[in-house]
Nanobody, 120 residues
């Protein structure tokens, strides 16, 4: 089994910053893509930022220039640094990883989600 555990969400004022972390553990052989998604109330889940194992990154247009995704491959951990937060960034943020397990399967795994609320 593979587990993704997120941390770092919370309440922040507009213009503030938060850093989310997601650590993968379990029967991991290798991790390919890791990313962050978010789902606001009554909206569909959307990709926020993604990172390949080689370091390529991509971002949703709405967060470009404000959010930065990074990875520590040795720790199987991905981070999301969020700056200049806006009320419209309020959502549950989910970590996602494409993992090759030690028994050879390749699957997508999700974290449990962490709430980010941007409000004054």
């Amino acid at each position: 089994q593979v587990q993704l555990v997120e941390s770092g969400g919370g309440l922040v004022q507009p213009g503030g910053s938060l850093t989310l972390s997601c650590a993968a553990s379990g029967s991991i052989h290798s991790i390919y893509h890791m990313g962050w998604y978010r789902q606001a109330l009554e909206k569909q889940r959307e990709l926020v930022a993604g990172s390949t194992s080689g370091g390529l990154t991509n971002y949703a247009d709405s967060v470009k220039g404000r959010f930065t995704i990074s990875r520590d491959n040795a720790k199987n951990t991905v981070y999301l640094q969020m700056n200049s937060l806006k009320p419209e960034d309020t959502a549950v943020y989910y970590c996602n990883a494409a993992v090759r397990t030690t028994w050879g399967s390749l699957s997508d795994y999700w974290g449990q989600g962490t709430q980010v609320t941007v409000s004054s």
